[in-house]
């Protein structure tokens, strides 16, 4: 028993079942064209049904009333055909030159109609174009001027502030004045900050300076 388990379970593994579930078997209820004739009906011939005389006949009337019913219904249709090209050709030959002058008219009277419409839309649609164009240049203009002003103030600004600035410049006139200033008050940069902020010199530990760092 235990033989025939594993046989099973070799034959029908996991890529065993994929490969079988790819395919669907057809059961022909009668046997294919292409396997020919079997051979113990090679020389058989069918016996033919003999049909019934009164259903012959009915079959003959129905399908002679089919076929004149639709031959009717062409020659109808072919003649409706016919006499409307007739019609057509008739009124084209019965047209004066005259007629045919004025249909030409009436035809570019029509389509100078349609283009003077045309244009008048048209034009009314450039001018709405013109005038949003218009508008939105402007608008960029008058957005250009203010940054442009804006940017005039705020280089302004910076030149006054260096202005001040260079109040306190060594120049060639005040340089003897700065050099006599730095030697009576040396500036030592040698100093530390507490947590408030407070310079610590580190010449005189005991002394806190109340300065705040810049």
Sequence with gaps: MASIAAAFSSVFSKPRALALLQYTTVRYRRKPRWLGTAK??????????????????????????????????????????EASKLVS???MVLQTPEQEEAEWQEALRRNEEWNRQTAVIREE??????????????????????????????????VRIEKEHSKSFITRENIDQAIELALVQ????NFA?????????????????NTKAP
């Design 193 to 209: 900050l507490d947590r408030d902020g407070n310079i610590r010199r580190n010449d005189d530990s005991s002394s806190t300076d």
């Design 40 to 81: 113990s009906k090679l020389f058989r011939v069918p016996e033919r049904r003999q049909q019934i005389a009164e259903e012959v006949e009915e079959l003959k009337r129905l399908h002679n009333n089919y076929r004149t019913q639709m031959k009717a219904v062409r020659h109808f249709l072919r003649d409706e055909v």
């Design 125 to 158: 649609r450039l001018t709405a174009e013109r005038t949003a164009r218009k508008e939105h240049i402007l608008e960029r203009l008058v957005a250009k001027k203010d940054r442009e002003t804006e940017k005039r103030d705020k280089i302004e600004e910076l």
């Design 186 to 189: 040396p500036t030592s940069y």
């Design 89 to 91: 050709r008739a009124g």
